[in-house]
């Protein structure tokens, strides 16, 4: 069994520092929490799950950091706030936080309740900002590293707009945080990450094999490690995927081929459409595929 020595006292690479993680009572967020621990890190795991994030904290404490706990709901001001407070005052300081506390809620846009849809607007975008402005505040006079997490569902799919919306957001704010975190010394990236766990179920069907190594949530968890450590201290601003045994950086959204025109009609609109930007038109929804729309 790991020992005190094993991790910070052995000299873990992420000796020192007290990192904040999100929805950590059970799949990703367990997962991270466990190899930031692994790594020398003094972490804070979060969960209104109160008995099962208690469970992982006393699992975590097997690696000799510190471990703190708080169950506060991220989707309010107040229990974000509390969440870095708790970090803060236990734990000492914070010099990291993954955002990883989310939902999914899978309907069709022609079905979906309202109540379902703000809520989960309400944990996965809101929840997102609310604790990352906490924390980015606290690390401004020390710096730090922020990962949120995102999803290659943020391209589209069918019955997914609801959660394809929210790791949008996530992604949109990453860019934006990662500008405003350089002057402090704060880097921002995301991870859009593909593993077995009870949320990873689009409607498109669970990953094929839901077995194999590459689709344990431990698979994902050194990609974090990474972001929050100095390894990645010139890394900010990117949207990081890993998917099975693949790792990519997912572009950021962009202009293509842009026309001038001195008016823009709709006959010259369409001219442009059918001719120089045809070629321009993407692929649609998180799978890549192209759709010839049935003309009535």
Request: a negative charge.
């Amino acid at each position: 069994m790991a020992t005190r020595e094993s991790a910070a006292d052995a000299g873990g690479e992420l000796a020192g520092r007290q990192v904040v993680v999100t929805g950590a009572a059970r799949g990703l967020g367990r997962a991270y929490a466990e190899h930031l621990a692994k790594s020398g890190a003094d972490v804070l795991v979060n969960d209104i799950d109160r008995d099962e994030v208690a469970a992982v904290a006393d699992e975590l404490a097997r690696w000799g950091t510190k471990i703190a706990v708080d169950s506060s709901s991220v989707d309010s001001w107040e229990g974000a706030r509390s969440i870095v407070d708790t970090c803060l005052g236990q734990l000492g300081g914070i010099s990291g936080l993954v955002n990883n506390a989310g939902i999914a809620h899978f309907a069709s846009v022609f079905e979906d309740e309202p109540a379902a849809v703000e809520r989960l607007l309400r944990v996965n975008v809101l929840g997102t900002f609310f604790v990352g402005m906490h924390a980015m505040r606290a690390m401004r006079a020390t710096g730090g590293s922020v990962v949120n997490i995102t999803s290659g569902a943020q391209a589209g799919g069918a019955r997914i707009g609801a959660y394809a919306a929210s790791k949008g957001a996530v992604s949109s704010a990453t860019y934006s945080w990662a500008l405003e975190g350089i002057p402090a010394g704060i880097r921002v990236n995301a991870v859009a990450p593909e593993a077995a766990t009870r949320m990873n179920r689009l409607p498109a069907g669970p990953i094929p094999d839901r077995s194999a190594p590459h689709a344990q949530p431990e698979h994902v968890a050194p990609l974090v490690t990474y972001l929050i450590s100095d390894r990645a201290r010139r890394i900010t601003g990117q949207v990081v995927r890993l998917a099975g045994t693949s790792l990519t950086v997912m572009s950021h959204p962009a202009l293509t081929v842009v026309l001038d025109a001195p008016v823009w009609t709709v006959e010259a609109v369409e001219r442009a459409l059918a001719g120089p930007l045809a070629e321009q038109l993407q692929p649609l929804g998180h799978a890549h595929r192209t759709y010839d729309f049935p003309l009535g």
